[in-house]
């Protein structure tokens, strides 16, 4: 076999394996996506193949969130609370300012309200101090104990969601790129909570259909070495 029959062949199995490379990455994002099918406030990842510039051809691959919205759950937990429409609950961590959507909340034991892993939920002034019997939240954000108004929810948005990092337990950071801005005029319902937006049947439809391409691909690759196989054979008799 020439040396530039080689190199073609040695070109294909690379770009091949390079989309089986890619495909493994799928599956990962897929189990990772029903992995947390039942997590409050959950964003689905999505991937996606994207076409490269006419010029050089080919397609990378490209990943990025999906924030629309999760079904609501009513749990008739004062301390439960949904945001409608756009938004993120600031939350304030050891690591910094971080954001989400899940409002599944409780109070801990210096009266904050609090995130299931004991981070502060933060209002327009800061940590939210809840010492009384009766909470209420409004539609707006507002947080009442016992009647009396004790802070705003700080609900924020950004101006290019897609620049957002993710973190564990529903997360996100801002880099300083996603344009964070106040939303004047939230919409909030109480009792209630956001559940995942991960569609399992969607996604284990899609989990069926890339093992399928997966499978293909390693059956051309190992045809395709199987015949540099016989040509370098080939040529090694005639030698």
Same mark, same amino acid.
């Given at each position: 076999?020439?040396?530039?029959?080689?190199?073609? !062949?040695?070109? #294909? !199995?690379?770009?091949?394996?390079? !989309?089986?490379?890619? $495909? =493994?990455?799928?599956?990962?994002?897929?189990?990772?996506?029903?992995?947390?099918?039942?997590?409050?406030?959950?964003?689905?990842?999505?991937?996606?193949?994207?076409?490269?510039?006419?010029? $050089?051809?080919?397609?990378?691959?490209?990943?990025?969130?999906?924030?629309?919205?999760?079904?609501?759950?009513?749990?008739?937990?004062?301390?439960?609370?949904?945001?409608?429409?756009?938004?993120?609950?600031?939350?304030?961590? #050891?690591?910094?300012?971080?954001?989400?959507?899940?409002?599944?909340?409780?109070?801990?034991?210096?009266?904050?309200?609090?995130?299931? &892993?004991?981070?502060?939920?933060?209002?327009?002034?800061?940590?939210?101090? =809840? #010492?009384?019997?009766?909470?209420?939240?409004?539609?707006?954000?507002?947080?009442?104990?016992?009647?009396?108004?004790?802070? &705003?929810?700080?609900?924020?948005?950004?101006?290019?969601?897609?620049?957002?990092?993710?973190?564990?337990?529903?997360?996100?950071?801002?880099?300083?790129?996603?344009?964070?801005?106040?939303?004047?005029?939230?919409?909030?319902?109480?009792?209630?909570?956001?559940?995942?937006?991960?569609?399992?049947?969607?996604?284990?439809?899609?989990?069926?259909?890339?093992?399928?391409?997966?499978?293909?691909?390693?059956?051309?690759?190992?045809?395709?070495?199987? !015949?540099?196989?016989?040509?370098?054979?080939?040529?090694?008799?005639?030698?």
């Amino acid at each position: 076999m020439d040396k530039s029959r080689g190199d073609v !062949m040695d070109a #294909k !199995m690379a770009a091949l394996a390079a !989309m089986g490379n890619q $495909k =493994l990455n799928h599956l990962d994002i897929i189990a990772h996506n029903l992995a947390n099918v039942g997590t409050p406030g959950f964003k689905a990842v999505r991937f996606y193949l994207r076409e490269m510039e006419a010029n $050089k051809g080919g397609a990378v691959p490209s990943i990025f969130t999906d924030f629309r919205a999760g079904l609501v759950e009513k749990t008739e937990n004062s301390l439960d609370l949904a945001i409608e429409g756009d938004g993120f609950f600031t939350i304030e961590t #050891k690591r910094g300012i971080r954001y989400t959507r899940a409002g599944n909340f409780t109070i801990d034991r210096n009266s904050r309200l609090v995130t299931m &892993k004991g981070d502060p939920v933060l209002g327009e002034a800061g940590p939210l101090i =809840l #010492k009384g019997r009766k909470i209420s939240v409004s539609a707006e954000g507002v947080v009442k104990v016992d009647g009396v108004e004790v802070g &705003k929810l700080r609900i924020v948005d950004f101006e290019n969601r897609q620049a957002l990092s993710r973190e564990g337990d529903g997360l996100f950071v801002d880099g300083g790129t996603a344009g964070v801005k106040q939303v004047g005029n939230p919409r909030l319902k109480a009792g209630e909570r956001e559940l995942s937006n991960v569609e399992a049947i969607r996604e284990m439809v899609e989990l069926i259909e890339v093992q399928r391409s997966f499978e293909t691909y390693q059956k051309v690759i190992q045809s395709l070495a199987d !015949m540099d196989k016989l040509s370098t054979g080939r040529v090694g008799k005639l030698v």
